[in-house]
C-alpha cells in the first residue's frame, strides 16, 4: 500500500508531461503560466487561512469541548458508549488537526487496536474538515452567501459519524 | 453561514474562557496563531504553485478533458447544470482522483482551480451556484479510499493490523457522500418545481 502512494505521484507527473510533449504544448511555458495562477491563488485564500486558523485555534483553546463533555457523560454511560471519542467527533468537521491530535492520544492510551482506536481510526477517515474546507474553497473564490452548503455538509458529517459508530460496531463490536 | 461560524467560534472561545479563568490562554492565542495561519499558508503555498503548475500542462494537453471523459458518467448526474466540455469538469476529476488515492495536498489545488472554473460563468459572483455547492458537498464528505495518514499512525502505535480500518472508512465515507449529494440532489429538485 505504502509503495502504490509512493509511485502515484511520480508517475502522474511524467505521464502529464509525456504527454504534453506528445501534443506538442509547450510545456514548460504552459508550468509557468499555472504556477502564476497558483501564486495568484495563493494569494486569495491567504485571508481566510489566516481567519479560519485563528477562531478555530483560539476556540481549542478555550476547551469549550471539554465543558460540553461534562453535560453528556451521562448520556454516553447510559447508552455504552466511550466518552473519550466524543470530542473526537465534535472537533472533526472545525479541525482535522485537532482531531488527528486526539486520535493519536486516543491510540496512546487504549492503543490502535481497542475498539474505541478503530472507532477513532473509522472517525478521522470517513469524512473531511467540512467548514475548513468551505471556508477555504468559497473564500478562495469570494463567494459569501453559501446558501444551503454549510447545512448539506454537516448533515453528511452527521452520517458519517453516525455510520462509523455502527459500523466498527458491527465489524469489531 | 461560514461567516456565523466564525463568529460563534471566537464568541464562545473568548466569553467562556472569562468565565473559567483561561483568559491568559486566549490572550497569547490572540497573539500568536496569525502566525500558524501564515506558517499553514507557507506550507501550502508550494504544492499549490507546483500542481497548478503541471495541471495547467494537462490542461492545454487535453489530457484534463480525457480524465473528464473518464468520470463522465458519473459527472453527468452530479453537475447536469454544466455543459460536457466545461473547464472545470477536468479539474473536478482530478480532485476526486486525488482524493480517492489520499492525496490530500494534491487534491486542494485541483479543488481552488475547479471552483475558479466554476466562478467563471456565475452570473452573481458573491453567490454559491449549484454545482458549486454539489462539488463541495462531495469534497466535505472526503471520498477517501485509502487514509494514508491514520494507516501511518496506526503503525507507529504498533497496530497488529494497521489497514484494517480501511473497509470500515470506506463504508462510512459512503454513507456520509451519499447522504450529503442526496439530500443536496433534493434541495436542487425542489427548488427547480
Given at each position: 500500500m505504502n509503495l502504490i502512494s509512493k509511485i502515484v505521484i511520480p508517475l502522474f507527473v511524467l505521464f502529464i508531461i509525456l504527454y504534453g510533449v506528445k501534443k506538442r504544448v509547450n510545456v514548460y511555458d504552459s508550468f509557468l503560466e499555472g504556477a502564476k495562477e497558483g501564486l495568484i491563488l495563493v494569494f486569495h485564500i491567504t485571508p481566510t487561512i489566516i481567519a479560519m486558523v485563528f477562531a478555530v485555534n483560539i476556540f481549542l483553546d478555550s476547551h469549550f469541548i471539554d465543558g460540553i463533555l461534562g453535560f453528556l457523560k451521562p448520556l454516553f454511560d447510559l447508552a455504552n458508549l466511550?466518552?473519550?471519542i466524543l470530542p473526537m467527533a465534535l472537533l472533526r468537521p472545525i479541525s482535522g488537526t485537532a482531531s488527528l491530535a486526539i486520535m493519536n492520544d486516543i491510540f496512546m492510551h487504549?492503543?490502535?487496536?481497542?475498539y474505541i482506536g478503530r472507532l477513532a481510526s473509522t472517525l478521522q477517515g470517513c469524512t473531511d474538515t467540512t467548514i475548513y474546507v468551505l471556508a477555504l474553497y468559497f473564500g478562495s473564490i469570494k463567494v459569501?452567501?453559501?446558501?444551503?452548503a454549510l447545512p448539506v455538509g454537516l448533515f453528511a458529517d452527521l452520517m458519517g459519524i453516525i455510520a462509523a459508530f455502527v459500523i466498527t460496531f458491527i465489524f469489531f463490536g | 453561514m461560514v461567516n456565523v461560524i466564525w463568529v460563534l467560534l471566537i464568541l464562545i472561545a473568548i466569553i467562556y474562557s472569562l468565565f473559567t479563568g483561561e483568559v491568559e490562554t486566549i490572550n497569547n492565542g490572540i497573539l500568536t496563531h496569525a502566525t500558524s495561519g501564515v506558517n499553514l499558508i507557507l506550507e501550502m503555498m508550494p504544492l499549490i504553485v507546483l500542481w497548478t503548475g503541471i495541471m495547467k500542462i494537462a490542461e492545454k494537453s487535453g489530457l484534463l478533458h480525457v480524465f473528464a471523459r473518464a468520470l463522465n458518467p458519473l459527472l453527468r448526474r452530479l453537475f447536469?447544470?454544466?455543459?460536457?466540455?466545461?473547464?472545470?469538469l477536468g479539474y473536478i476529476a482530478s480532485n476526486i482522483g486525488a482524493n480517492m488515492l489520499g492525496l490530500g495536498s494534491a487534491a486542494t489545488p485541483f479543488g481552488l482551480k475547479a471552483m475558479d472554473e466554476l466562478q467563471?460563468?456565475?452570473?452573481?459572483?458573491?453567490e454559491a451556484t449549484e454545482a458549486m455547492i454539489t462539488f463541495l458537498v462531495l469534497n466535505t464528505g472526503g471520498?477517501?479510499?485509502?487514509?494514508t495518514t491514520v494507516i501511518a499512525l496506526r503503525i507507529m502505535h504498533g497496530s497488529?493490523?494497521?489497514?484494517?480500518i480501511i473497509i470500515t472508512s470506506i463504508l462510512a465515507t459512503a454513507v456520509s457522500s451519499m447522504s450529503g449529494l442526496v439530500l443536496d440532489y433534493f434541495i436542487r429538485r425542489r427548488k427547480r418545481l
Open positions: 466511550p466518552i473519550d487504549f492503543g490502535p487496536d481497542s459569501t452567501k453559501t446558501k444551503y | 447536469p447544470s454544466l455543459p460536457r466540455n466545461h473547464k472545470a467563471k460563468d456565475n452570473p452573481k459572483k458573491t471520498v477517501t479510499l485509502i487514509p497488529a493490523n494497521p489497514t484494517e
